[in-house]
């Protein structure tokens, strides 16, 4: 707004309003009485141009932004700690159920919490630094104090992604999201904001009346945006309208009959024939291009929730594996040994399954 100030242009208007008659040339009096309080004035639209990018959400970042959003009653989510399926066994792979809540736990470089039994021999742990660290193990995991007939322990699967703080652009796209949508008393709007409020939740469709009059059906993804895993629809149901349904004892309105539902699965396997340049390791070139394909699926998972259907595209992986360094061409893409696009319902999501160059 500012930005067009310069100590220049201020002191050249400045020495306009001086009469001619008056020696203005540099190292005059007055020359060198205006060019401080130019150099003053920029710094005070520089200043005010600041201030101006401090105050709207547009450009807001940090403790500014959070101030900004918090007149809509939004405020930007905190980093959450990964919660994670975790099995313990003693001799003869016999499952061992002496580890009690609260018991510790190491492994990946991270320190685990006992807070929930989930079965015999299998408990929830909760990672205890907060952020995505937590996701990223599987695997062994060694107590931090003895435990009674132990000989393995294990994580075996995660079942609450953990999440870092948000960032200034997704706080921000909230804001703004926040005046094109109503949320009010149930609607679908309502609904959406509900779920995904929930710690582990990460993306939901919601089906009014699917059962009957009266009933909801809510389709959740994880916050990793994958199907549910452990016990995360069980508690979200708990959470949102336990039994019996509808009586108004959870989070949803009184006389809402709602089911979650885990969103399902479409294994989707990928072959092709890959034309890579001399001097390229073979393996090293399609592991990254499995890699670009997991990409593009992660994309589509996380669009789930505003699609109707979700549609794999041939020529968006032919487009992946093209950004691989080293890969000159790739032919004959098959996608469940069909040349054909893949078309995933809408309560299902894409998962990928083996990728062959053949």
């Known amino acids: ?67 900004r959003v918090w007149e809509r009653n939004i405020t930007r989510n905190s980093a959450t700690c990964a919660q994670v399926k975790a ?19 190491s492994g990946g470089g991270n320190d685990y919490t006992v807070i929930e039994k989930i079965s015999d021999g299998c408990f929830k742990l909760m990672c205890e630094k907060a952020g995505e660290s937590g996701n990223l193990y599987k695997g062994t995991i060694l107590p931090v104090e003895y435990v009674e007939g132990l000989l393995k322990a294990e994580i075996t699967d995660i079942i609450v992604y953990g999440e870092e703080e948000e960032s200034d652009e997704s706080l921000r796209n909230r804001y703004f999201s926040s005046f094109e949508t109503k949320a009010f008393g149930g609607n679908i709007e309502d609904y959406k904001k509900l779920f995904k409020s929930i710690e582990g939740v990460g993306g939901c469709k919601v089906y009014p009346a699917y059962y009957g009059g009266g009933t909801v059906r809510v ?9 549910p895993e452990g016990t995360l629809v069980e508690d979200v149901q708990e959470y949102v ?79 992946k594996v093209l950004e691989v360094e080293g890969v000159i ?14 078309i995933i319902d809408s309560d299902k999501i894409p998962v990928l399954g083996t990728v062959n160059n053949i």
């Open 329 to 342: 061409d790739i032919e004959d893409i098959l996608l469940n040994d069909s040349t054909e696009n893949i």
């Open 241 to 319: 309208d336990p039994q019996p349904k509808g009586s108004g004892i959870g989070a949803v309105p009184i006389g809402h009959n709602v089911t979650v539902e885990a969103a399902g699965v479409v294994t989707v396997n990928i072959s092709f024939t890959l034309t890579i340049d001399e001097g390229y390791d073979k393996e090293f070139i399609e592991s990254l291009a499995k890699d670009k394909i997991e990409e593009y699926f992660s994309e589509l998972r996380e669009s789930w929730e505003n699609e109707n259907s979700i549609t794999v595209r041939r020529s968006r992986i032919e487009m």
């Open 87 to 105: 099995v313990f066994t003693g001799e003869n792979d016999v499952y061992i159920n002496s580890v009690n809540i609260g018991d510790r736990f």
């Open 1 to 67: 707004m500012y930005e067009n100030f310069t100590y220049e242009s201020l002191l050249n208007e400045k020495l306009k309003l001086v009469d001619d008659t008056i020696d203005k040339r540099q190292g005059s009096i007055i020359f060198d009485t205006l060019a401080p309080n130019s150099a003053e004035s920029v710094q005070m639209y520089i200043n005010m141009n600041m201030l101006m990018d401090r105050t709207f959400a547009d450009t807001a970042t940090g403790e500014d932004l959070d101030r």
């Open 219 to 227: 389709v959740i993804l994880n916050n990793g945006f994958n199907t």
